[in-house]
Structures are given as structure tokens and as C-alpha cells.
């Protein structure tokens, strides 16, 4: 299990509460800063939380920022994070994540992901 949250303040709470037992995401002030600020995606990425949860890309006032590079993934396994993106419900789109190394999506279409496993030599269950 991983708890994440739109809210940083509850995150840190549950850091508290819980401590490492529980596996925990970034945060999404971390999240919008690591793209940023270099300095903190190092702190980040040595930061508590098990895995980044973001999406592919963050709106910063009228700017979209691309979140989910080649580069974060490469530093967050590094530091042996994983990265879980979400929302995906494109085919195409999911190639092109797995293909990166993202160790999760999250869709609204499992039927999709499903297919797309399975077309990579991974088939879910039914």
C-alpha cells in the first residue's frame, strides 16, 4: 500500500503517525518543485516517500511542465524510488510511460491497460 495526497500538510502527518511502515508519495508541492528547482529533486528523491505519484505534466500558471522525463525516472530508481504516473487511459500513451520505466499507472481504463500488459508479454489476470 501507498498513501498519497493532494494535501502536503496530511502527508506529513501521516509520516508522523505512522512512520516507515507504511510506504508514502511525494507530496504536490514536491512534485511541481522537482521540475523547478534541480536542488530538489535530490531532496526529494531522499525524501521519506516511497514512490513519486504524479502526472505526466503539471501546470504552473500558463505554463505546462513536463514532470515525467526520462531523467527523473532514471534518478528516482537510483535512489530506489519508484514512480507511478497517473491519469493514463491512452494506449499509446502507456507504451510510451512503460517504455520510460515507470513502475505504475493509474487509469481509469483497465480494460486498455490490460491489453497493453498483455501486447509486452505481461497479462493480468482477469
Do not use: Y
Amino acid at each position: 500500500m501507498c498513501i498519497g495526497s493532494f494535501d502536503d500538510a496530511r502527508l506529513r502527518l501521516v509520516r508522523r503517525d505512522l512512520g516507515p511502515r507504511l510506504a508514502t508519495s511525494a507530496g504536490p508541492r514536491d512534485v511541481a518543485l522537482t521540475r523547478l528547482l534541480p536542488r530538489v529533486v535530490t531532496r526529494l528523491l531522499r525524501s521519506p516517500s516511497q514512490a513519486l505519484q504524479i502526472p505526466v505534466s503539471q501546470r504552473v500558471g500558463r505554463a505546462s511542465i513536463t514532470l515525467v522525463t526520462p531523467r527523473l525516472v532514471a534518478a528516482a530508481h537510483a535512489l530506489g524510488k519508484q514512480v507511478h504516473v497517473w491519469t493514463i487511459d491512452d494506449p499509446d500513451e502507456m507504451h510510451r510511460l512503460l517504455d520510460l520505466g515507470v513502475d505504475g499507472i493509474v487509469t481509469d481504463r483497465i480494460d486498455i491497460l490490460r491489453d497493453v500488459l498483455a501486447e509486452r508479454g505481461h497479462p493480468l489476470r482477469p
